[in-house]
């Protein structure tokens, strides 16, 4: 059973928010089974990271006793889980802004454009830090171009853009091939 408790009827330092709710906690149960597993797993760590030792035997006892309010100090550091929408949404801009460069780089009139247009410039780290985080997963792991981003704060475009690149990557789409851009689409995709 879950159950789900008004935040401020209860300080409870490790109790889990529930996924796009601030106000209200979240209680996780365990079965038995789940339990043991976490604890055989602090068992090793206590064994093999003996720095941290005293955090996971604090670990190993919340488990042994069942002491449910505490499970939260389990999950500590562990992030929300990013929708999957929002990681396409990631992918599909990053190809874009790939596809826009290379179109560029191989067009012969360049008019009216210039590299820094069809520069990737990231998300917002305040209003759209899960596709930010997961953007520099990607640029970190190589899963991008090198020019992809390349110029920007570490991706951080400090400033809202996502409704800039839905209503690009609906114009982007809506070319007569999205893989070969002709001057006119990236005119056309960058609203220029």
Known sequence: MTLYIPRKLIPCRWALREPGRRDTLLF??????????LLNQYRILEKVDRENAPQYQRLQEILTNGYSREYG??????DDEIPLADCEEVCAV???YHLL?????????KSGLTPADV????FDGNAEADHLAYARFLKERDQ???HVGAGTDELNSHCSRLPMYRAMLIRW???EDPYDLSREDILRILDL
């Open 173 to 175: 789409k809506d070319s």
């Open 28 to 37: 996780v149960t365990l079965t038995k089974p789940e339990r043991l597993n």
């Open 73 to 78: 100090e389990l999950y500590e550091g562990i």
């Open 144 to 146: 991008w171009e090198e």
């Open 119 to 122: 520069e990737f410039s990231g």
């Open 101 to 109: 460069h290379h179109s560029y780089e191989n067009s012969r009139d």
């Open 94 to 96: 990053v190809t874009m």
